[in-house]
């Protein structure tokens, strides 16, 4: 008798769903392979689709990464768009499909069944989230809706807000300046991009009041406001502003689409997800769950959580279509978050934890910031990237990573993510061996700096203090020259004994070698020389201040 076909069916194409279908196949050609696609597009970039409305993507066609018709001629999968999963019956193994045309249902058999059903944007329950002007941005149907509103916007009466300043939020916000409209961004935390430490993101938000956005952060939102006809005319906030603005975008982020998980009585994880094994493997072995809607290993925490990110998402799709083709395949490995983002001519990036999330771990840990250029100062169109460095305090393993700069922040950021999947310390960061050219870097790149100056406070030769420190029971020694002091004192700290590095030596006797001291300068590599000076002159206590008067500037608020 001949061996009954495997039969693969895949919930939700995109990133998950497409990259699982497709390595499906490529590792078995001979599987009945069925994707079920609700909407009417099967894999598109939803990463570009606030680029498409902003006009820098201008070919629509360019988003649809692979069509129904591409995968099912290249591939042979039976893509079945418009038709939705209703529900999972595990005994029978039969997915539930309703047509989204007319509602009729029938029963989908499965050997295998892969969940990629994504994450819905979280509408909050507020007067006005249906009024005409209102959108959430996850769909191209979404893109669509958005950019024709955008494009039918009188010039005068351009006026956006935005709600949620994550990476969506942002990069709407940069868009939409783009077409002319006069842009408010509102945020229920005190900073932008919440994930990151608020001095890391400083230099970002004094750009963008700079280029005439409203930023109102650390304000809950009440409403938004309409007129007598139904159409979005601003958001009122909790504390009393009201933004005006007739077209608002709710970007205050997603929740997994976990509901045939649950009614299937599949495990959900911790943080509302689906939890999933190595292999991508739910609670049922022969289902697996992919995407915004599953729990990932994440390091360095060591802890399953959901990461909406589209990297992830890619790579366990295709991991699960091949373990669900063949029964094996690699192990998904730990996810760090990396995640970056362009906002005019910044460009902010992270990977793994922030300070922020190592103190809420409990975790030992220290950090180092420096301010150093993309490539050699030398070379025409140098500019700085601010990176920071969250590590061990006990053998120095790198925890996490950050940084702002106008370029070359992807590169440093992905360096350190690659170091960190392999448990790397700050000693083995300081001698990586990284491509060196004027155009490029600098022999002494930033994340060797970073990690000369972590290796540094782990040796003892240079003990970092935070730079929103409180600084009043301290000797304050600012090294920096009279003029670049008068031009930008250092924040918050009234008694300052100014001393140019330089002249340190020679003027000792005008401190006290018994008090704690601390020193600045401007970015913290002049402090670390008067520091090394101060304490092989006898001064018992000494620490450099963290990214010196720079940092403090943008953390002192």
Not at 364 to 373: K, M, Y
Not at 460 to 468: A, E, I, K, M, R
């Amino acid at each position: 008798m001949a061996k009954q076909k495997l039969i693969i069916v895949i919930v939700g194409g995109v990133a998950g769903g497409a990259s699982a279908a497709t390595r499906a196949r490529r590792c078995n050609e001979q599987a009945d392979i069925i994707l079920l696609e609700k909407d009417e597009d099967v894999s598109f970039a939803n990463c570009g689709m606030p680029y498409h409305i902003g006009g820098e993507i201008p070919d629509r066609s360019k988003l649809l990464v692979a069509t129904k018709e591409l995968l099912e001629r290249r591939f042979r999968l039976d893509v079945r768009t418009q038709s939705e999963a209703v529900r999972i019956d595990r005994q029978a193994k039969n997915v539930i499909v309703r047509r989204v045309k007319d509602g009729s249902e029938y029963a989908q058999p499965y050997d295998k069944l892969i969940l990629s059903p994504g994450a819905a944007p979280f509408v909050p329950t507020m007067d006005g989230t249906d009024a005409k002007g209102v959108f959430t941005l996850r769909n191209i149907a979404d893109m669509d809706r958005i950019r024709a509103a955008v494009d039918q916007a009188p010039p005068t009466a351009r006026h956006a807000v935005v709600i949620g300043a994550g990476f969506i939020g942002l990069e709407m916000v940069e868009q939409l300046v783009g077409r002319g409209f006069a842009v408010s961004l509102a945020e229920l935390q005190p900073q932008i991009l919440p994930p990151m430490d608020p001095e890391m993101v400083a230099p970002l938000q004094d750009d963008m009041r700079s280029r005439g956005v409203t930023l109102e952060l650390g304000s809950g939102i009440r409403g938004i406001t309409t007129d007598p006809a139904g159409n979005a005319t601003g958001v009122e906030l909790l504390n009393g502003k009201t933004l005006a603005g007739s077209l608002i975008i709710l970007g205050m982020g997603v929740r997994p689409n976990t509901r045939l998980a649950i009614e299937a009585g599949l495990e959900i994880g911790k943080t509302g997800g689906i939890a999933t094994n190595t292999y991508c493997q739910s609670s049922d072995p022969d289902i697996y769950a992919v995407g915004d809607a599953a729990e990932y290993l994440t390091a360095p925490l060591g802890q399953s959580m959901r990461v909406a990110l589209a990297g992830p998402a890619n790579r366990a799709g295709r991991l699960a279509g091949q373990h669900a083709a063949t029964g094996t395949s690699a192990k998904m490995a730990a996810v760090l978050g990396t995640a970056i983002v362009r906002v005019f001519e910044y460009a902010v990036g992270m990977t793994g934890l922030s300070a922020k999330a190592a103190t809420r771990a409990g975790l030992r840990f220290r950090c180092v910031t420096v301010v150093a250029g993309q490539h050699a100062g030398y070379f025409p169109g140098a500019t700085p990237i601010t990176l920071k460095l969250i590590y061990a305090a006990d053998d120095g393993r790198v925890l996490g990573a950050q940084a702002i700069g106008k370029d070359g922040v992807d590169k440093r950021i992905d360096v350190i993510a690659t170091a960190m999947a392999f448990n790397a310390t700050v000693r083995e960061l300081a001698g990586l061996d990284l491509s060196y050219a004027p155009p490029y870097g600098s022999a002494k790149d930033p994340v060797h700096q970073a990690a000369f100056a972590a290796c540094n406070q782990l040796d003892g030769l240079g003990d970092l203090l935070d730079p929103d420190a409180d600084l009043s029971g301290y000797q304050v020694v600012d090294v920096r020259t009279a003029a670049e002091i008068t031009k930008a004192p250092l924040t918050g700290c009234t008694a300052v004994i100014a001393i140019p590095v330089d002249e340190l030596r020679e003027r000792l006797h005008e401190l006290d070698a018994s008090q704690p001291t601390v020193v600045s300068c401007g970015v913290g590599l002049r402090g670390h020389v008067a520091q090394r000076i101060l304490k092989q002159h006898g001064f018992a206590s000494v620490a450099n201040l963290s990214g010196g008067a720079t940092l403090r500037r943008r953390a002192v608020q």
